[in-house]
């Protein structure tokens, strides 16, 4: 993968805890379905056990160990944790993630305990307490809403959507880490532009202007790549080609078969 398409997408680090563990392999697949998740997103995931690992990688010093590690946590868009298994390592990389504002979600199963001083942590802007994988995915989509600094009725529009189907959490990941949309442009892009709001009650709904939403959608599309004078055919184009999960096709037919909003 060249240069310019790791910076567009970005890269996640997965951590967790893989010292004297008393299930290595079985924990190791874990994290490999948590980049799973990520990879969801667009985002490239980084995986320590790949390349650090104590069993595998038993030959690269422990000061090695640090800067390579080191180099993928504070270059990474956004850090996932495990925090169901107690590790200094994990709480290293946490605060090393707070000293250069990268944004943490903890995953942890719903009966463990966590640290109170990881949990503390102004990084850890999201705790995901899951029973199963399933809901690990769904819940995921709460937390990078967090991430994409967008609350109040447009992030309830937005939940709501994922909810009834119109728009698929691996979309929404898409767009919060693949093109890497926060605030009003993520509002206002998916309000207009998938979920068909008219400018002005998308504007209403994140407390804007019709002026500033339009400047704000503008914004979006130049961050997808989208032209700013985009017809509504190529938008849906987009959506289908690029944002849809590919199993997907009752939103599909929806933006075909109905037609698009009228420009406004």
Known sequence: MDSDTSIQI???YVSGALTSLEDGARTR???????????????????PHRVTDP????????R????????????SRVVVAYAGIPSFGVGIEVELAREHGIPVILVVERDRTVSRLLLGNPAVVEVVRFADLDGLRRTLVAALLRIGQLDGEGAVAIRDAVATGRLFGAGLRDLVGRY???GAELGVFVLREVLEKPLAETARMLGSDPRAAKRHLEGAR???????????ADIA??????????????LQLHLFANGRHAET
């Open 10 to 12: 970005g890269e996640a």
């Open 29 to 47: 697949l874990f994290y490999e379905l948590l980049a799973e998740v990520v990879g969801a997103a667009g985002l490239r995931a980084y995986l």
């Open 55 to 62: 069993e595998t990688a038993a030959h690269l010093d422990p």
């Open 64 to 75: 090695a160990v640090y800067d390579i590690d080191r180099a993928h946590v504070t270059g």
């Open 180 to 182: 890497a949309l926060r």
């Open 222 to 232: 130049e961050k997808i790549g989208l032209p700013l004078d985009a017809r509504s």
């Open 237 to 250: 184009q987009w959506l289908v080609t690029e944002l849809i999960a590919p199993p997907t096709r009752a």
